[in-house]
């Protein structure tokens, strides 16, 4: 009883239902609706106060009390003040109206019929529609949580210091789909084919083009239960699928304990390897002005892009490793959605690199290990302990209905060809921002003539027992890392790379460093050495000359010379 006094969110389109059924006018729809993601919507901050609080800013009594517009998206303090919002979130109709309006004018021939239906402004001539849209409340009172956006372009790409975290609060979090209920309703002079036909319309853009803000990175996705009609995407837009697994150190939410993954991580590695490819052969300006063009872009000024990301999350979620220490594994899918020719042309070539290459999410950039802990003054541990580093990423693309593995052969000419043919797409689209030469020195540019690629022996088998979570054998780390990770934390007279902030990042001792190498390990039998697996290891040289003293050109000497070393691809030691 206290349930429903409290929460009659539902409750209006019941009694509208009920109206219109014993009027019989047939002009009202209705329907559950699933949030799969976060969405960032509205909330009341009273039952009895009519004004809208959008969740994406904090505002009301709960914000600091030094009042100053950054303090109010500080992560931390707003984790401790209040990690839930007291106000139940809800969808606006506004919302879902601007959303069927946005789709419909992606077909011009639809345009007329849609500004009949739903009214237009244009100029001094004001016309209304004929169908009211209702706020779509969860069926379920859900609070609004924090949220964090993790800006990290300057720190991955260019090495100019770590990001600060941003708060925003949505709708959901994170954990579990959300049902609610959308409805529309004809005006009297509208008729029953009118109503069904943009009722049509609320499924297909809400299926389509999700809810809210930030759905083109995966936020406010929408799925309809039983409904049988497919997604019809705009012309001229492809949409492909991978099937994902992921194992990792964990990612962390607002509070840094929380280990979640989100459709964040997957955006910002798509588009931090995009701008990677494009800094090879652009100038910075054009290269982040394409970036920006793709994928959108807030400041200076705000853009849209073209790319919409979907993350579809499987039965495993999160799962804890059996034995110690602990990772955490992921399975769904992902979804991608772009211009055929640059879905095709740039972004395929471009995810067959990173995922050669690298992870997702934290330690992306290093195989998933077991990296012992030392003692030091901020952890006076007794001894060392076992810790998880790093992160293992496998894609499947969707092909005819069938999930085959996607990659690069390791083989030189397969990453020369790779290249050159994205290298070519980019010249078509884009001739006017192509450069020759190498470009950008001092940043992370994936180029022939700016990083280098090899394939290295090791480790002996995989560390990870993927059947059941586990480690083959924890309380071996060194048997968890092959040839190039054991360069890396070599340490003699001559190396010093594992905590270098020239070569090997310092991300955990004072102001953060990532690391200009990347390490992925492949489940891929190396023939001379008669190992399990191979490391793929990506030296990016910032502006280093290969021969020099500097210490990314010593590693990339060290790299040539280990026993088995594969050059694939970029520059090799003079």
């Given at each position: 009883?206290?349930?429903?006094?409290?929460?009659?969110?539902?409750?209006?389109?019941?009694?509208?239902?009920?109206?219109?059924?014993?009027?019989?006018?047939?002009?009202?729809?209705?329907?559950?609706?699933?949030?799969?993601?976060?969405?960032?919507?509205?909330?009341?901050?009273?039952?009895?106060?009519?004004?809208?609080?959008?969740?994406?800013?904090?505002?009301?009594?709960?914000?600091?009390?030094?009042?100053?517009?950054?303090?109010?998206?500080?992560?931390?303090?707003?984790?401790k003040l209040m990690p839930d919002l007291p106000l139940n979130g809800y969808i606006p109709g506004s919302s879902i109206r601007g959303i069927?309006?946005?789709?419909?004018?992606?077909?011009?021939?639809r345009i007329p019929k849609m500004e009949a239906l739903l009214g237009f402004q244009k100029e001094t001539v004001i016309s209304a529609g004929k169908i009211q849209f209702l706020d779509a409340w969860p069926l379920?009172?859900?609070?609004?949580?924090?949220?964090?956006?993790?800006?990290?372009?300057?720190?991955?790409?260019?090495?100019?210091?770590?990001?600060?975290?941003?708060?925003?609060?949505?709708?959901?979090?994170?954990?579990?789909?959300?049902?609610?209920?959308?409805?529309?309703?004809?005006?009297?002079g509208a008729t029953e084919e009118e109503v069904d036909e943009v009722w049509s319309w609320v499924q297909q853009a809400l299926k389509v083009l999700g809810i809210g803000s930030r759905t083109a990175s995966g936020y406010g996705r929408i799925?309809?239960?039983?409904?049988?009609?497919?997604?019809?995407?705009?012309?001229?837009?492809?949409?492909?699928?991978?099937?994902?697994?992921?194992?990792?150190?964990?990612?962390?939410?607002?509070?840094?304990?929380?280990?979640e993954l989100r459709p964040s991580h997957w955006r910002g590695w798509l588009r931090s390897w995009a701008l990677r490819f494009f800094l090879g052969v652009m100038s910075q300006k054009n290269a982040e002005k394409?970036?920006?063009?793709?994928?959108?872009?807030?400041?200076?000024?705000?853009?849209?892009?073209?790319?919409?990301?979907?993350?579809?999350?499987?039965?495993?979620?999160?799962?804890?490793?059996?034995?110690?220490?602990?990772?955490?594994?992921?399975?769904?899918?992902?979804?991608?959605?772009?211009?055929?020719?640059?879905?095709?042309?740039?972004?395929l070539p471009i995810i067959r690199v990173a995922v050669m290459t690298g992870g997702v999410g934290r330690g992306w950039r290093r195989p998933l290990h077991i990296f012992m802990m030392q003692r030091t003054e901020k952890a006076p541990i007794p001894a060392a302990r076992p810790a998880a580093r790093g992160s293992h990423l496998t894609l499947d693309i969707k092909i005819k209905g069938e999930y085959r593995v996607f990659g690069i052969p390791l083989e030189p000419e397969k990453w020369r060809q790779v290249y050159e043919e994205w290298y070519q797409k980019?010249?078509?689209?884009?001739?006017?921002?192509?450069?020759?030469?190498?470009?950008?020195?001092?940043?992370?540019?994936?180029?022939?003539?700016?990083?280098?690629?090899?394939?290295?022996?090791?480790?002996?088998?995989?560390?990870?027992?993927?059947?059941?979570?586990?480690?083959?054998?924890?309380?071996?780390?060194?048997?968890?890392?092959?040839?190039?990770?054991?360069?890396?934390?070599?340490?003699?007279?001559?190396?010093?790379?594992?905590?270098?902030?020239?070569?090997?990042?310092?991300?955990?001792?004072?102001?953060?460093h990532c690391s200009w190498v990347t390490i992925r390990r492949h489940k891929i039998k190396h023939k001379q050495a008669g190992t399990q697996c191979q490391e793929v290891v990506c030296l990016f040289m910032g502006g280093v000359q290969a021969g020099c003293q500097h210490v990314r050109s010593q590693f990339l000497d060290d790299l040539s010379r280990i026993q088995g070393s594969l050059h694939l691809f970029g520059l090799k030691p003079e």
């Open positions: 009883m206290e349930k429903t006094l409290m929460y009659t969110g539902p409750r209006l389109i019941e009694l509208l239902t009920q109206q219109h059924q014993k009027r019989s006018s047939n002009l009202f729809r209705q329907g559950t609706f699933t949030l799969r993601w976060r969405a960032k919507v509205g909330s009341y901050p009273h039952p009895d106060v009519e004004t809208l609080v959008s969740a994406g800013e904090p505002c009301g009594p709960w914000q600091p009390k030094r009042g100053r517009p950054e303090d109010k998206r500080n992560v931390g303090e707003n984790w069927v309006r946005a789709w419909a004018k992606q077909q011009p021939e379920e009172p859900t609070r609004l949580s924090l949220d964090i956006v993790n800006p990290q372009q300057n720190f991955q790409v260019f090495h100019q210091g770590q990001g600060t975290p941003l708060s925003l609060y949505t709708l959901g979090n994170g954990r579990g789909p959300i049902d609610f209920l959308v409805a529309i309703q004809g005006v009297p799925s309809i239960p039983n409904h049988k009609g497919s997604r019809q995407l705009s012309e001229g837009i492809s949409s492909i699928l991978f099937r994902f697994h992921l194992s990792s150190q964990g990612n962390a939410g607002p509070d840094m304990k929380t280990i394409t970036a920006s063009e793709l994928f959108g872009t807030l400041e200076p000024k705000s853009q849209k892009g073209c790319i919409r990301l979907e993350m579809i999350q499987g039965d495993i979620w999160g799962d804890e490793s059996k034995n110690s220490p602990t990772f955490y594994s992921w399975e769904g899918e992902i979804r991608i959605e772009a211009p055929k020719e640059i879905l095709t042309g740039i972004l980019v010249g078509q689209i884009w001739p006017e921002r192509l450069l020759s030469g190498s470009q950008n020195p001092n940043c992370e540019a994936f180029s022939p003539s700016s990083c280098a690629v090899f394939a290295v022996p090791g480790p002996e088998q995989d560390p990870v027992n993927a059947s059941d979570l586990s480690w083959v054998d924890p309380n071996d780390a060194e048997s968890t890392r092959g040839d190039g990770m054991g360069l890396v934390y070599q340490q003699d007279q001559r190396r010093n790379y594992k905590r270098n902030p020239d070569l090997g990042g310092d991300a955990a001792r004072g102001s953060a």
